[in-house]
DNA sequence: GTGAAAGCGCTAACAC
DNA sequence: GTGTTAGCGCTTTCAC
């Protein structure tokens, strides 16, 4: 099925089917009517290769992500490939390591798919992946952390109202004495996690001294380090933030494997959540970034590029989403 | 850049360039090398949907998950990423629920796209969809249950072989009082995961009554809703084998919240594992299905149908992983 | 408002 | 073994 065999059908010339196919605005209602009917009887959608050659725009958006195991990427892909469909893109899903063969791989799809634009979701894109993004040119955006060139954009994920949220949440909850369970700090998103919980804890009016700050591995491992080096001190607080959702799993398993009981002793509360939160025990009281949110800043960020060559900052909020993890601090 | 530059700069004709990209053995190989040099100082990479234009094949599988939050379907996106690029394809990701429109969409994309071959990795593929599918006339493999039709091959888990391992695992620990919960056997991959346990106890000795088997709801609420009724007898068995990973978190979720300890009390194992199996409380012993495997088996069914017509039945072993969740029974 | 024709980057058939 | 050329399905001038 091609454009031949539906203007034939349609008894019109190629060019009118491209045209009603395409919405402009110049073909005649009445022609477009049938050429839209004939198009549907014939199942006939335009071919996209043949599309992306003859226009140059392949309509096709890479989203990068970090070859790490964690479900909140799951639902990410899953906004994207709803909000870049709305928006008439194909999606490209490449993850990538910090391993330069990786990220070759990587560069050599979004090179020979002729990706349009590049959504950075790793959140901590190491430099080797920027440099040679940069290299190719093509219009990104990166979450959190956003190099400097020509093309390039970011959404920021409002991390200040995030962790507001949670202390907001906490204080009104009763507790004082919270800590604060951070990943590696030379990574740019658990940096300014830390910032937004310092800051917020200060508008709350909560101390928070050096001791109350864990700087602890990536991922699952610094909840398990960070509840291990709390444990060891032999005097918890009675609250725990989490620099991400697999930080306070982490954290939540550690606990448990010391019969500490949550919220019962000390509450734990996440950042970034995902499905995840909803299946722990108890289930995880976090501080969620919405994936659409994400997705549609993204895209928008990325359309608005392409369209205008503007580059734009989009922000993203969060929200607090309270389950079981958190309660009143217990009795002294 | 495109072919015609690398041409010029190499001093050779398109056709030679063109050969030697892909790798024809009639080109002379000191001007293939030459070739390639330029190609690769050009940063040339042949455009794909050129390509995929003048061949006729784009090259491009379609991978199609369920619309359902399950951190196993990341693994296997990567997975698919990595066999299909190692085999020279790309891949496109579409997730369906069983809507009509959700359904629409995805076909629209697969016939748009010019999908060469799509793996419907759903593991339950409702008639809706591979009906649509069907008359896609895409060639096809699909996981666990594959309706007939042609081009339609087949990805089969060998269930009687990981429901053997989970059994002679919780044999050799002593159990005798093994109860199986079920997610809906409407679905052929549930009534499968069943029946195989069902062999493999008769085939340890070990007795099934109904009252062992629990057939529920499906994913995590399978797992809290079968724990709940076991609980509401009375008396547990000593172990419970939960037909997914999701299932098996329900169960562990309910059972903490009954303050039945794992595997003190019970030992849990779970179907299908996927990251997510490290992170509960306690980590859960699973019988894995490979998301290396699952992809690497769906992209030889499908390279093999599309080069040589002929449909295979590929089958994947799984691999129990001994985590946490089993011991040997409580004293009675 | 519509059609004819050029051409996007590539592969493959054919000539040499 | 290599070059010339037609044409894949489409969009987009340019006439009309």
């Given at each position: 099925m091609n454009i031949r065999a539906v203007a034939q059908a349609a008894r019109v010339s190629v060019s009118t089917v491209s045209r009603a196919?395409?919405?402009?605005?110049?073909?005649?209602?009445?022609?477009?009517?049938?050429?839209?009917?004939?198009?549907?009887?014939?199942?006939?959608?335009?071919?996209?290769?043949?599309r992306a050659l003859v226009s140059g725009h392949s309509r096709l958006i890479g989203?990068?992500?970090?070859?790490?195991?964690?479900?909140?990427?799951?639902?990410?892909?899953?906004?994207?490939?709803?909000?870049?469909?709305?928006?008439?893109?194909?999606?490209?899903?490449?993850?990538?390591?910090?391993?330069?063969?990786?990220?070759?791989?990587?560069?050599?799809?979004?090179?020979?798919?002729?990706?349009?634009?590049?959504?950075?979701?790793?959140?901590?894109?190491?430099?080797?992946?920027?440099?040679?993004?940069?290299?190719?040119?093509?219009?990104?955006?990166?979450?959190?952390?956003?190099?400097?060139?020509a093309g390039a954009t970011a959404?920021?994920?409002?991390?200040?109202?995030?962790?507001?949220?949670?202390?907001?949440?906490?204080?009104?909850?009763?507790?004082r004495d919270i800590a604060f369970i951070s990943g590696p700090l030379r990574l740019p998103s658990a940096a300014s996690r830390l910032i937004a919980f310092r800051k917020a804890a200060q508008e709350f009016g909560i101390h928070v001294g050096a001791e109350q700050i864990i700087e602890s591995d990536p991922a699952m491992r610094?909840?398990?380090?960070?509840?291990?080096?709390?444990l060891a001190r032999g005097r918890l607080p009675t609250a725990i933030v989490c620099s991400s959702e697999t930080c306070a799993i982490g954290a939540l398993y550690r606990l448990s494997q010391a019969c500490i009981r949550v919220p019962d002793n000390v509450s734990v509360i996440g950042f970034d959540g995902s499905c995840m939160g909803d299946m722990t025990f108890?289930?995880?009281?976090?501080?969620?970034?919405?994936?659409l949110g994400l997705a549609r800043a993204a895209v928008s960020a990325l359309c608005?590029?392409?369209?205008?060559?503007?580059?734009s900052i989009e922000r993203v909020g969060t929200h607090l989403v309270v389950r079981q993890s958190t309660t009143v601090p217990r009795a002294r």
């Amino acid at each position: 099925m091609n454009i031949r065999a539906v203007a034939q059908a349609a008894r019109v010339s190629v060019s009118t089917v491209s045209r009603a196919m395409n919405y402009k605005p110049t073909v005649n209602p009445a022609i477009a009517q049938r050429v839209w009917k004939t198009a549907r009887e014939l199942n006939y959608l335009p071919n996209q290769q043949a599309r992306a050659l003859v226009s140059g725009h392949s309509r096709l958006i890479g989203i990068v992500i970090p070859e790490r195991t964690d479900p909140f990427f799951i639902e990410l892909i899953r906004a994207f490939e709803e909000v870049a469909i709305d928006s008439g893109f194909e999606i490209l899903v490449a993850s990538v390591s910090n391993d330069s063969e990786r990220i070759a791989r990587c560069m050599g799809r979004i090179t020979a798919s002729h990706v349009e634009a590049v959504a950075v979701m790793t959140f901590d894109a190491e430099e080797a992946f920027t440099d040679r993004l940069r290299d190719l040119a093509v219009p990104a955006v990166f979450v959190d952390t956003a190099p400097e060139f020509a093309g390039a954009t970011a959404v920021r994920i409002d991390y200040d109202n995030g962790a507001g949220q949670a202390l907001q949440h906490l204080a009104a909850l009763g507790h004082r004495d919270i800590a604060f369970i951070s990943g590696p700090l030379r990574l740019p998103s658990a940096a300014s996690r830390l910032i937004a919980f310092r800051k917020a804890a200060q508008e709350f009016g909560i101390h928070v001294g050096a001791e109350q700050i864990i700087e602890s591995d990536p991922a699952m491992r610094a909840g398990i380090a960070g509840a291990e080096k709390l444990l060891a001190r032999g005097r918890l607080p009675t609250a725990i933030v989490c620099s991400s959702e697999t930080c306070a799993i982490g954290a939540l398993y550690r606990l448990s494997q010391a019969c500490i009981r949550v919220p019962d002793n000390v509450s734990v509360i996440g950042f970034d959540g995902s499905c995840m939160g909803d299946m722990t025990f108890p289930s995880l009281t976090s501080v969620q970034v919405p994936p659409l949110g994400l997705a549609r800043a993204a895209v928008s960020a990325l359309c608005g590029f392409l369209e205008r060559r503007s580059p734009s900052i989009e922000r993203v909020g969060t929200h607090l989403v309270v389950r079981q993890s958190t309660t009143v601090p217990r009795a002294r």
